[in-house]
């Protein structure tokens, strides 16, 4: 059955759409790469709504992938009426990703495809489909290589539908989850260089945990050794200053991290900026 528009978009974005469910229709079968974020998402409407039945979302499942996403995703999936898998991924067993080069991504979405690969083949040669879109080609993404060597598609990105026209769509089409905010996976809370641990990505799991408890909805905790730095989005800072200005709500947040295993944390003035630790690869400060 289809997704209608409960609202309308631009003609270029509704012909975007239009060559979304042609590149997805076209196929015969799909497995959708799904981490339940708003674009792979997307792409899962658009290819149960196409093919129904030989649509199939699958996400994998590590300790990289914060515990409530994971929910997000089942959930989303139930919403949607695909198909829906959680499989088991081991890239922390490879040097190439706990080492965490600049070149970590690839390492892992290796190691997803190459689990993708046989469950796609099994399901009558369908196509696997991820759901990078067009600004993510403009960024240090080398995951987007191991998806290539294995022959995925990014129908988002063919029909030349960027971030922006993700969320219009989404919402477009009754998405409830149009304005979920960006979460990508706990590996990238690391600076490059600094070993991932299956433990240090459950105690910033953990941190992020507790503060959307306090009410913070969109954060990162960045985790730089033994000490955490929360990043906030530029709108949340003033209330956050304030809040914590309090001696008493201070030493709370402090002791709720030093329970975790931090030595230190610290409030990043600057606020939340998506990818900042890519600034490494670049040399900036």
Known sequence: MPFSLLESVSPELETALQRLRHAIGQEAAVVVAYSGGVDSALVAAIAVEQLGEAAQAITGVSPALAPHLRQ?????????????????????????????????????????????????????????????????????????????????????????????????????????????????????????????????????????????????????????????????PQARLGQALQRWADPGLRQELVEAFRRLGFSAVGLDLEGLVSGKLNRELAGND
Do not use: M
């Not at 960027?162 to 009754?174: N, T």
């Open 72 to 232: 997000e995703a089942i959930d989303q999936a139930r919403w949607l009426g695909i198909g829906h898998r959680l499989i088991p991924t081991a890239e922390l067993a490879d040097p190439a990703y706990f080492t965490n080069p600049a070149e970590r991504c690839y390492a892992c979405k290796r190691a997803l495809h190459g689990l993708l690969a046989p469950i796609a083949a099994a399901a009558g040669a369908a196509r696997v489909l991820d759901g990078v879109n067009l600004d993510d080609l403009a960024d240090h993404r080398p995951g987007i290589r191991a998806a290539r060597e294995h022959q995925v598609r990014s129908p988002l990105a063919e029909a030349g539908i960027d971030k922006q026209g993700v969320r219009q769509l989404s919402r477009a089409l009754g998405l409830p989850w149009w304005d979920k905010p960006a979460n990508p996976c706990l590996a990238s809370r690391f600076p490059y260089g600094e070993p991932i641990t299956a433990e240090r990505l459950r105690r910033v799991a953990a941190a992020e945990d507790w503060l959307r408890s306090q009410g913070f909805p969109e954060l990162r905790v960045r985790s730089q050794g033994q000490t955490a730095r929360i990043e906030l």
